[in-house]
């Protein structure tokens, strides 16, 4: 590949990885991990938390539809917003449910 082929290449990625990167934000956290945190961030006894029907918890009147054990990974399938706390739509033992994010951690709790 020539000098002018190069330059040209390196052009048109520095044009369109911008456009690339910008669609990649658009997802938001979809597809990333999180930690449940049973301890909300060492302040309690690790326990078991409860996973909603809709986000917004009882706040909404949704029902817990099942717990989850504390410092399992799960995948993030959706993420809204309810009264200004971020909500994680989660999968665990084949039922969805969403988690807030003050139960869950980007890297496993470890409290000493």
């Given at each position: 590949m020539n000098r002018k082929t190069r330059l040209s290449s390196l052009i048109m990625v520095l044009i369109l990885l911008p456009l690339?990167?910008?669609?990649?934000?658009d997802q938001g956290e979809k597809g990333s991990f999180i930690y449940v945190d049973g301890t909300r961030g060492c302040k309690q006894t690790?326990?078991?938390?409860?996973v909603w029907q809709e986000a917004g918890a009882a706040a909404v009147g949704s029902k817990a539809i099942g717990e989850v054990p504390h410092g399992i990974r799960l995948s993030i399938l959706d993420e809204t917003s309810r009264f200004g706390i971020t909500f994680y739509l989660v999968e665990y033992e084949g039922r969805e449910g969403w988690l807030p994010i003050n139960f869950t951690n980007k890297v496993e709790p470890f409290c000493e």
């Open positions: 690339l990167c910008a669609s990649c934000a690790p326990a078991p938390v409860a």
